[in-house]
């Protein structure tokens, strides 16, 4: 049986071909191809048999044949096979991004079918070789090999099947398939009672997407599949004529991501809104409600203020708070000044006409460092002046020299110390950063970097530079001149008046990076040959990564447009990485703890196309590259990311015209992007915990939660439809990751709300949480909030949260650290269920620093991360990320002595016993009393105490410790005393133990000496 290809598949083959262009270096999709028909020259013509996202059948029967022209007696083409090598194709023969796809070499320019039979299917298509498409991808749709049918179904006659996919022939679990009998093609559609098992869910697993219903009466019927809101309908007039069932292609009508996918996949994923994960996870605590305090005021930021407190920032007035929540002070902002204003920042900017400058609103919010208590923060004119955000009204006719944007510093006793005045020019968008380093205060305003001392006395600046300066721990400066750009031919939005009355300024970086030394003079200058390219750096990491070009230990990174060149701070090049056009750095994790750099290159712009991940090491190589979804990086869904592992929300049910009850969830997970793995994921689906009709005293609950200068529709009244009907739900989502120490946070904030907004009439639904997770994402706590959250902090184990009518709160629990044993098995069980695996482990042994940790743990067996990262001279996030992975690749294994987490090698080297004496020997003071047990058997409590140098209280309680594990034995002496031996098998491992432990505390195994 022939089956020609569906307009569908054609349609997005030919998407495909559009994007697709091939590189030796990487995968780099630009190229279209034209329509012509010389045939003076030979190309190339590669053809692939898709299934899924990135699945292609690799050992089809593939033909290539010259069109001859349209047969009017046949009623189609007449096909020629083409004469060159190698064809037919009978596999694969070139592998592209790692998909297996087939190329036909030397095909000279013309019209050619393309004809694929596997097994009894056959599919074709359609292209041309022409000059400009030897590179193009042409794909086809095919059906997955691997669909399996469960041994329990029989598919005979009297049977319809199928599997649902999505748009990229990927099979989707879990969607809700039914069948309804209807009176002929047009009929009203009644279910169909008589069949069992109707509706049904589409497998999972090995049966991912598969459906089938038994003992279907001929007739017509209409068969629906849905799944997250999205639907796919047949009509068909089943005749029962077909011996092995009837099949029903059920292609529902959006790509189903990798991540949801593999959330359907792995095992132990959970619901962290309800309460089943924490009543069965190790980790879990109840989380403890440190302190709340009512500002009655709206809250859009809080930051720690590095004295044990937290600075609060309301509409015009900045508050502090003390470690119990107490205020200590607040400060009103004068009223020439505005505290809060939208925020605009560069993305990744192109550099070159036609494009134009590439910019996010962040909304308003205040720009500010804190430093030991002092708080400096940026005030802007309370006042109407032109702008991005009204179009530069007002150009030409505003007095600017009446107007003034200053920095203020603040002490800790809310005294103000200083303003410092800024330029009054106007940048394209203001940008403006502050960072308070050592002794000085670093300003970025109006492309001039400015140095100012802790008294807010101006030491320097350093005019015309494109972004804000390096600074290095000496306070040397390394910036990037400024190039000007005309926007007025590459934009629509910008009057040229705003240009023309020169208060617009847009500049862009230059060939150029310079050195400036702590006084303020030049040190040298270096023209790197190419332009560099500014970079959107995420709000999380901008203090530290947002300057150009970056810098971190000695050496700067400059970003280009097809790569980075790192220098050292002489201005020497260390090394060149030239990856190919487009590339960026990675917004959320440029540079790691190990100088490892992460660049990014996007082959889509939806949020289902793919971006390639490389990581560099310190010499430019690339050690590890990762294909993930585009959703996982993107701005939108505020992801964090920490040592090589990415940790994302993605929000779901974002449907605006369904009743406010249909709530929005989310997927939160981590990804390992050195092995290419998801680490673990679960759901966030809290459903509606508030519903509410909006009236006057409750409307702040939303208003506080929604900036207005980013969702101005939420203003009240009945005049704003904008063509959207009264009633129609509107619905506004934040999601924010927060890793801190040993503790994942996330913040899930999710709004429905009937709009327009009519008090005492429109109803509205939401819900807000915090949830905290473990690195190993085992489930910690979750905090429900009685109404929106507008801001949040965290710190280790207390994160601090502001909620609609201006409260703060903190709330804090216990959490032990490292992995335990239910967690361990959760995660290796994830692993060994989930594809990418093998790619994960053949990497283990390729990162140096991994390999490190391996010997360490070998040579040291017992030790804790803070041993291993003193003695590897390595930090704490680094040696905690590579144990993690050991740990859930089976290289290294964790034992918790009740205090600490400790690791061992992972060869059934040591059993629980003896990792538990060797743990109770680390500790210094369990260990020494081991120690004097094993030279001194029959030691007495009072005699130990003498020789050990402590009280007898506490000699007593590490006895008891000791004796109830089975390391210590009591006995009684017919003269009444009590005496303490070592049990049989622990004299036997103390002995064989103490050669790794070595000296405790400067003492040898035998002697005395202080705990």
Same mark, same amino acid.
């Given at each position: 049986?022939?089956?020609?290809?569906?307009?569908?598949?054609?349609?997005?083959?030919?998407?495909?071909?559009?994007?697709?262009?091939?590189?030796?270096?990487?995968?780099?999709?630009?190229?279209?191809?034209?329509?012509?028909?010389?045939?003076?020259?030979?190309?190339?013509?590669?053809?692939?048999?898709?299934?899924?996202?990135?699945?292609?059948?690799?050992?089809?029967?593939?033909?290539?044949?010259?069109?001859?022209?349209?047969?009017?007696?046949?009623?189609?083409?007449?096909?020629?096979?083409?004469?060159?090598?190698?064809?037919?194709?009978?596999?694969?023969?070139?592998?592209?991004?790692?998909?297996?796809?087939?190329?036909?070499?030397?095909?000279?320019?013309?019209?050619?079918?393309?004809?694929?039979?596997?097994?009894?299917?056959?599919?074709?298509?359609?292209?041309?070789?022409?000059?400009?498409?030897?590179?193009?991808?042409?794909?086809?749709?095919?059906?997955?090999?691997?669909?399996?049918?469960?041994?329990?179904?029989?598919?005979?006659?009297?049977?319809?099947?199928?599997?649902?996919?999505?748009?990229?022939?990927?099979?989707?679990?879990?969607?809700?398939?039914?069948?309804?009998?209807?009176?002929?093609?047009?009929?009203?559609?009644?279910?169909?009672?008589?069949?069992?098992?109707?509706?049904?869910?589409?497998?999972?697993?090995?049966?991912?997407?598969?459906?089938?219903?038994?003992?279907?009466?001929?007739?017509?019927?209409?068969?629906?599949?849905?799944?997250?809101?999205?639907?796919?309908?047949?009509?068909?007039?089943?005749?029962?004529?077909?011996?092995?069932?009837?099949?029903?292609?059920?292609?529902?009508?959006?790509?189903?991501?990798?991540?949801?996918?593999?959330?359907?996949?792995?095992?132990?994923?959970?619901?962290?809104?309800?309460?089943?994960?924490?009543?069965?996870?190790?980790?879990?605590?109840?989380?403890?409600?440190?302190?709340?305090? $009512?500002?009655?005021?709206?809250?859009?930021?809080?930051?720690?203020?590095?004295?044990?407190?937290?600075?609060?920032?309301?509409?015009?007035?900045?508050?502090?708070?003390?470690?119990?929540?107490?205020?200590?002070?607040?400060?009103?902002?004068?009223?020439?000044?505005?505290?809060?204003?939208?925020?605009?920042?560069?993305?990744?900017?192109?550099?070159?006409? +036609?494009?134009?400058?590439?910019?996010?609103?962040?909304?308003?919010?205040?720009?500010?460092?804190?430093?030991?208590?002092?708080?400096?923060?940026?005030?802007?004119?309370?006042?109407?002046?032109?702008?991005?955000?009204?179009?530069?009204?007002?150009?030409?006719?505003?007095?600017?020299?009446?107007?003034?944007?200053?920095?203020?510093?603040?002490?800790?006793?809310?005294?103000?110390?200083?303003?410092? +005045?800024?330029?009054?020019?106007?940048?394209?968008?203001?940008?403006?950063?502050?960072?308070?380093?050592?002794?000085?205060?670093?300003?970025?305003?109006?492309?001039?970097?400015?140095?100012?001392?802790?008294?807010?006395?101006?030491?320097?600046?350093?005019?015309?530079?494109?972004?804000?300066?390096?600074?290095?721990?000496?306070?040397?400066?390394?910036?990037?001149?400024?190039?000007?750009?005309?926007?007025?031919?590459?934009?629509?939005?910008?009057?040229?008046?705003?240009?023309?009355?020169?208060?617009?300024?847009?500049?862009?970086?230059?060939?150029?990076?310079?050195?400036?030394?702590?006084?303020?003079?030049?040190?040298?200058?270096?023209?790197?040959?190419?332009?560099?390219?500014?970079?959107?750096?995420?709000?999380?990491?901008?203090?530290?990564?947002?300057?150009?070009?970056?810098?971190?230990?000695?050496?700067?990174?400059?970003?280009?447009?097809?790569?980075?060149?790192?220098?050292?701070?002489?201005?020497?090049?260390?090394?060149?990485?030239?990856?190919?056009?487009?590339?960026?750095?990675?917004?959320?994790?440029?540079?790691?703890?190990?100088?490892?750099?992460?660049?990014?290159?996007?082959?889509?712009?939806?949020?289902?196309?793919?971006?390639?991940?490389?990581?560099?090491?310190?010499?430019?190589?690339?050690?590890?590259?990762?294909?993930?979804? $585009?959703?996982?990086?993107?701005?939108?869904?505020?992801?964090?990311?920490?040592?090589?592992?990415?940790?994302?929300?993605?929000?779901?049910?974002?449907?605006?015209?369904?009743?406010?009850?249909?709530?929005?969830?989310?997927?939160?997970?981590?990804?390992?992007?050195?092995?290419?793995?998801?680490?673990?994921?679960?759901?966030?689906?809290?459903?509606?915990?508030?519903?509410?009709?909006?009236?006057?005293?409750?409307?702040?609950?939303?208003?506080?939660?929604?900036?207005?200068?980013?969702?101005?529709?939420?203003?009240?009244?009945?005049?704003?439809?904008?063509?959207?009907?009264?009633?129609?739900?509107?619905?506004?989502?934040?999601?924010?990751?927060?890793?801190?120490?040993?503790?994942?946070?996330?913040?899930?904030?999710?709004?429905?709300?009937?709009?327009?907004?009519?008090?005492?009439?429109?109803?509205?639904?939401?819900?807000?949480?915090?949830?905290?997770?473990?690195?190993?994402?085992?489930?910690?706590?979750?905090?429900?909030?009685?109404?929106?959250i507008t801001a949040m902090a965290v710190n280790n184990s207390t994160v601090f949260f502001s909620t609609g009518g201006g409260n703060i709160s903190a709330v804090a629990a216990g959490i032990v650290a490292g992995l335990t044993l239910l967690a361990t098995i959760a995660i290796v069980a994830k692993f060994l269920l989930f594809g990418t695996v093998s790619r994960g482990r053949a990497r283990l042994d390729s990162n140096e620093n991994r390999n490190r940790v391996v010997a360490f743990v070998k040579e040291h067996p017992g030790s804790t991360l803070y041993e291993i990262s003193r003695s590897t001279n390595m930090n704490m996030g680094t040696v905690r990320y590579h144990a993690f992975i050991l740990s859930i690749n089976h290289k290294i294994t964790t034992f918790s002595d009740g205090k600490f987490v400790r690791y061992f090698p992972n060869s059934n080297t040591y059993s629980k016993e003896d990792q538990q004496i060797i743990s109770l020997m680390r500790r210094v003071a369990t260990g020494r009393i081991?120690?004097?047990?094993?030279?001194?058997?029959?030691?007495?409590?009072?005699?130990?105490?003498?020789?050990?140098?402590?009280?007898?209280?506490?000699?007593?309680?590490?006895?008891?410790?000791?004796?109830?594990?089975?390391?210590?034995?009591?006995?009684?002496?017919?003269?009444?005393?009590?005496?303490?031996?070592?049990?049989?098998?622990?004299?036997?491992?103390?002995?064989?133990?103490?050669?790794?432990?070595?000296?405790?505390?400067?003492?040898?195994?035998?002697?005395?000496?202080?705990?």
């Amino acid at each position: 049986m022939k089956t020609s290809v569906s307009l569908k598949a054609i349609l997005l083959a030919g998407l495909l071909c559009l994007l697709a262009i091939a590189s030796d270096t990487a995968c780099v999709y630009a190229q279209s191809f034209s329509n012509n028909s010389s045939e003076q020259s030979t190309g190339t013509i590669t053809f692939g048999l898709q299934y899924g996202r990135h699945e292609y059948l690799a050992d089809a029967n593939v033909a290539l044949y010259r069109m001859l022209g349209y047969n009017v007696s046949t009623g189609h083409d007449d096909l020629e096979l083409v004469n060159i090598p190698g064809n037919p194709l009978n596999a694969s023969n070139v592998v592209f991004c790692g998909d297996s796809l087939y190329r036909f070499y030397g095909v000279p320019y013309g019209d050619y079918e393309i004809v694929a039979t596997r097994e009894d299917k056959t599919w074709q298509a359609f292209t041309s070789s022409t000059p400009d498409s030897a590179d193009c991808v042409l794909s086809v749709m095919v059906d997955n090999p691997g669909n399996k049918v469960p041994g329990t179904v029989n598919l005979d006659r009297n049977t319809i099947y199928g599997w649902t996919t999505d748009i990229y022939g990927s099979n989707i679990g879990n969607a809700t398939v039914t069948l309804f009998r209807q009176n002929g093609r047009y009929g009203t559609p009644v279910l169909a009672t008589e069949i069992e098992n109707n509706p049904v869910m589409s497998g999972t697993g090995d049966y991912r997407g598969f459906y089938s219903f038994g003992n279907v009466s001929p007739g017509w019927y209409k068969l629906t599949a849905v799944k997250d809101s999205q639907i796919v309908e047949w009509v068909l007039d089943f005749r029962a004529d077909e011996e092995n069932g009837r099949r029903v292609y059920t292609t529902l009508p959006y790509g189903m991501t990798w991540l949801e996918r593999a959330v359907e996949e792995l095992p132990g994923v959970s619901n962290l809104s309800s309460d089943a994960p924490y009543a069965v996870s190790q980790n879990s605590s109840s989380p403890e409600d440190l302190w709340t305090t $009512s500002l009655n005021d709206t809250i859009r930021s809080i930051t720690q203020d590095g004295k044990g407190g937290l600075f609060a920032f309301g509409q015009r007035t900045v508050y502090s708070l003390d470690e119990a929540g107490k205020q200590r002070w607040s400060y009103e902002i004068p009223s020439q000044w505005r505290l809060n204003r939208p925020c605009w920042r560069n993305l990744y900017d192109m550099n070159e006409p +036609p494009y134009g400058p590439n910019l996010m609103k962040m909304g308003s919010r205040p720009i500010y460092d804190v430093k030991d208590g002092y708080l400096y923060v940026y005030l802007t004119p309370n006042a109407s002046y032109p702008t991005l955000d009204n179009d530069y009204q007002g150009a030409g006719s505003v007095d600017m020299a009446a107007l003034s944007w200053v920095v203020m510093a603040i002490s800790p006793e809310g005294k103000v110390l200083w303003t410092l +005045p800024l330029p009054t020019g106007i940048e394209f968008a203001d940008t403006t950063t502050i960072r308070a380093l050592g002794d000085r205060v670093y300003v970025f305003h109006d492309y001039t970097e400015i140095v100012a001392d802790k008294n807010g006395k101006v030491l320097f600046t350093i005019p015309d530079i494109s972004d804000p300066a390096a600074v290095d721990e000496a306070g040397n400066l390394y910036v990037t001149p400024a190039t000007p750009r005309d926007m007025r031919s590459s934009t629509r939005r910008y009057t040229d008046s705003a240009f023309d009355y020169g208060i617009l300024d847009y500049r862009v970086p230059s060939r150029i990076v310079e050195a400036y030394s702590n006084d303020g003079t030049r040190s040298w200058s270096i023209d790197i040959g190419t332009e560099i390219i500014r970079q959107y750096i995420a709000e999380e990491v901008r203090q530290q990564y947002g300057s150009l070009p970056l810098y971190q230990q000695d050496t700067l990174y400059v970003p280009v447009r097809d790569g980075v060149l790192a220098y050292s701070t002489n201005g020497s090049l260390k090394w060149s990485a030239r990856m190919g056009e487009a590339y960026k750095l990675f917004m959320h994790m440029p540079i790691d703890s190990e100088n490892n750099v992460y660049l990014a290159y996007d082959e889509g712009s939806s949020s289902l196309g793919d971006t390639w991940l490389h990581v560099l090491n310190d010499e430019g190589n690339v050690i590890a590259d990762s294909r993930v979804y $585009s959703e996982i990086i993107d701005s939108r869904t505020s992801p964090a990311a920490r040592d090589g592992i990415i940790y994302y929300v993605i929000t779901r049910n974002l449907d605006w015209e369904v009743p406010v009850e249909n709530m929005p969830y989310a997927i939160v997970a981590a990804y390992d992007i050195y092995n290419d793995t998801i680490l673990w994921a679960h759901t966030i689906n809290p459903g509606v915990e508030h519903e509410i009709v909006i009236d006057a005293d409750n409307v702040g609950e939303i208003t506080d939660f929604i900036d207005p200068d980013e969702y101005p529709d939420v203003l009240l009244g009945t005049n704003l439809t904008r063509g959207v009907s009264p009633g129609t739900a509107n619905r506004v989502v934040f999601t924010e990751v927060r890793p801190s120490g040993d503790v994942i946070y996330v913040s899930f904030r999710a709004l429905k709300y009937e709009y327009p907004v009519i008090l005492g009439t429109s109803r509205a639904a939401y819900a807000s949480d915090i949830y905290a997770l473990s690195l190993n994402g085992t489930p910690v706590y979750r905090t429900k909030t009685s109404s929106l959250i507008t801001a949040m902090a965290v710190n280790n184990s207390t994160v601090f949260f502001s909620t609609g009518g201006g409260n703060i709160s903190a709330v804090a629990a216990g959490i032990v650290a490292g992995l335990t044993l239910l967690a361990t098995i959760a995660i290796v069980a994830k692993f060994l269920l989930f594809g990418t695996v093998s790619r994960g482990r053949a990497r283990l042994d390729s990162n140096e620093n991994r390999n490190r940790v391996v010997a360490f743990v070998k040579e040291h067996p017992g030790s804790t991360l803070y041993e291993i990262s003193r003695s590897t001279n390595m930090n704490m996030g680094t040696v905690r990320y590579h144990a993690f992975i050991l740990s859930i690749n089976h290289k290294i294994t964790t034992f918790s002595d009740g205090k600490f987490v400790r690791y061992f090698p992972n060869s059934n080297t040591y059993s629980k016993e003896d990792q538990q004496i060797i743990s109770l020997m680390r500790r210094v003071a369990t260990g020494r009393i081991i120690n004097a047990l094993l030279d001194a058997p029959g030691i007495s409590n009072a005699d130990l105490c003498e020789r050990l140098g402590q009280p007898e209280s506490a000699i007593s309680k590490l006895l008891k410790v000791l004796t109830l594990k089975g390391i210590a034995v009591r006995e009684n002496t017919p003269d009444g005393r009590q005496i303490y031996y070592l049990s049989d098998a622990a004299v036997e491992k103390a002995a064989r133990f103490f050669r790794y432990i070595g000296d405790i505390d400067g003492t040898t195994p035998g002697s005395s000496g202080r705990f």
